[in-house]
T-cell receptor, first 113, second 115 residues
Framework: EDQVTQSPEALRLQEGESSSLNCSYT??????LFWYRQDPGKGPEFLFT???AGEEKEKERLKATLTKKESFLHITAPKPEDSATYLC??????????????FGKGTLLTVNP | NAGVTQTPKFQVLKTGQSMTLQCAQD?????MSWYRQDPGMGLRLIHY???????DQGEVPNGYNVSRSTTEDFPLRLLSAAPSQTSVYFC??????????????FGSGTQLSVL
């Protein structure tokens, strides 16, 4: 069974204080690892897809990295508008799992001005 | 560009009532799905469809029915609502989720309370 564990559950930062969110996963052959951002009262919004260990992707203050067991979402010099819940999800390579994503519980990030 | 549209945004039901959550997308996506989101739990897949006339069960299908008669619409039916179905429901679509790394586009959600 595919599993995704995100840590910490909640993180409070001061504006400009860089940090990282962790996503540990167990999957029977990784097809893709996804990061989403979710604002209160809204649906998740896509950020990144990572396919293989060693891959990195960047968007503004966010950088996602991938190893064979975990992914990190690095946030550099965050701003209050980066406050949101960040979700990690995996898609397995085999059979019917091609058609579903397994999500973690998310990390609630709060950035104080 | 509307994307994925869900209606209603909020709904309160009594135990045993039935209702349909609507989901429509205007991106000609093959893949559509329903997730529920509960406090302290990740998004969990209820049902999904890979095209008109084709549906399959996800992780938590009990108590829910779906059908897909058109590419655009994928309604979720609760036949006899139970308090355990109190949740936020998200519809999501993708051009073809089975393709490598194809991402999901989510609607804004329906908050359902069953009393």
């Amino acid at each position: 069974e595919d599993q995704v564990t995100q840590s910490p559950e909640a993180l409070r930062l001061q504006e400009g204080e860089s940090s990282s969110l962790n996503c540990s996963y167990t999957v029977s052959g990784l097809r893709g690892l996804f990061w989403y951002r979710q604002d209160p009262g809204k649906g998740p919004e896509f950020l990144f897809t990572l396919y293989s260990a060693g891959e990195e992707k960047e968007k503004e203050r966010l950088k996602a990295t991938l190893t064979k067991k975990e992914s990190f979402l690095h946030i550099t010099a965050p701003k209050p508008e980066d406050s949101a819940t960040y979700l990690c999800a995996v898609q397995a390579r085999s059979g019917g799992s091609n058609y579903k994503l397994t999500f973690g519980k998310g990390t609630l990030l709060t950035v104080n001005p | 560009n509307a994307g994925v549209t869900q209606t209603p945004k909020f709904q309160v039901l009594k135990t045993g009532q039935s209702m349909t959550l609507q989901c429509a997308q205007d991106m000609n996506h093959e893949y559509m799905s329903w997730y529920r989101q509960d406090p302290g739990m990740g998004l969990r897949l209820i049902h999904y469809s890979v095209g008109a006339g084709i549906t399959d069960q996800g992780e938590v299908p009990n108590g829910y029915n779906v059908s897909r008669s058109t590419t655009e619409d994928f309604p979720l039916r609760l036949l006899s609502a139970a308090p355990s179905q109190t949740s936020v429901y998200f519809c999501a679509s993708s051009p073809r989720l089975g393709a490598l790394g194809e991402k999901l586009f989510f609607g804004s959600g329906t908050q359902l309370s069953v009393l």
